[in-house]
């Protein structure tokens, strides 16, 4: 079983091919982007989560459920499944069923204007994490190192802290009155029976 925190990784992420390199695929509508509602009530007794991790890279993110069998990710694929969120002040916000144990949330894609990214694709890693009831947890930062041929790098950012993440949630969240608590990331390989990844 192969498992590596954030700190220590790098994602490779590929790009969707519907003819060229780089070009959206046309037969893909994305979800619609969540808003952060900023005057959201949340506390320790909520049924839910919220996840917080910093995104310095232009683009919006798309989270997919799955499950973890201990070596690979099963990611409940498809947009029907993707919840897609967009950077403020440097931050990725989502407010997530809590998934919890095996079950995991997946960094499945990302997207902007003029690319559209689909990646990892079957036997490559991805980026993974548990998103637990009743907390608001920071589980690091990303951004993309450089785009190549195969599609961007995603790699860890040292640029936000915990601190700075409770800090923007405490600024633009201000009905949520817990403080941020550690969460992790970890990259762990997509199932080889999903050949397309997420999609």
Not at 134 to 147: E, I
Not at 162 to 178: C, R, S, Y
Request: proline letters at 8%.
């Amino acid at each position: 079983m192969i498992r590596h925190a954030l700190a220590a990784r790098r994602i490779t992420l590929v790009l969707l091919v519907g003819g060229c390199a780089g070009r959206p695929s046309p037969s893909l509508v994305p979800p619609p982007v969540t808003k952060i509602d900023h005057k959201q009530q949340f506390d320790s007794k909520s049924t839910d989560s919220i996840v917080v991790f910093g995104w310095s890279s232009p683009g919006s993110v798309w989270l997919y459920p799955g499950v973890d069998d201990g070596v690979n990710l099963h990611c409940l694929g498809g947009v029907a499944n993707a919840r897609r969120f967009e950077p403020e002040a440097g931050f990725i916000v989502a407010r997530l069923p809590a998934r919890t144990g095996k079950a995991k949330w997946a960094i499945g894609t990302i997207s902007s204007a003029s690319r559209q990214v689909q990646g990892p694709l079957a036997n490559q890693e991805v980026w993974v994490f548990n998103a637990e009831p009743g907390k608001v947890s920071y589980l690091g930062a990303l951004r993309v190192h450089h785009w190549s041929d195969d599609g961007p790098s995603i790699i860890p950012d040292d640029r936000f802290n915990q601190g700075e993440a409770d800090d923007f949630v405490k600024q633009t969240l201000p009905n949520i009155q817990i403080h941020v608590t550690p969460g992790k990331l970890f990259a762990i390989y997509m199932s080889r029976d999903q050949p397309t990844g997420c999609h």
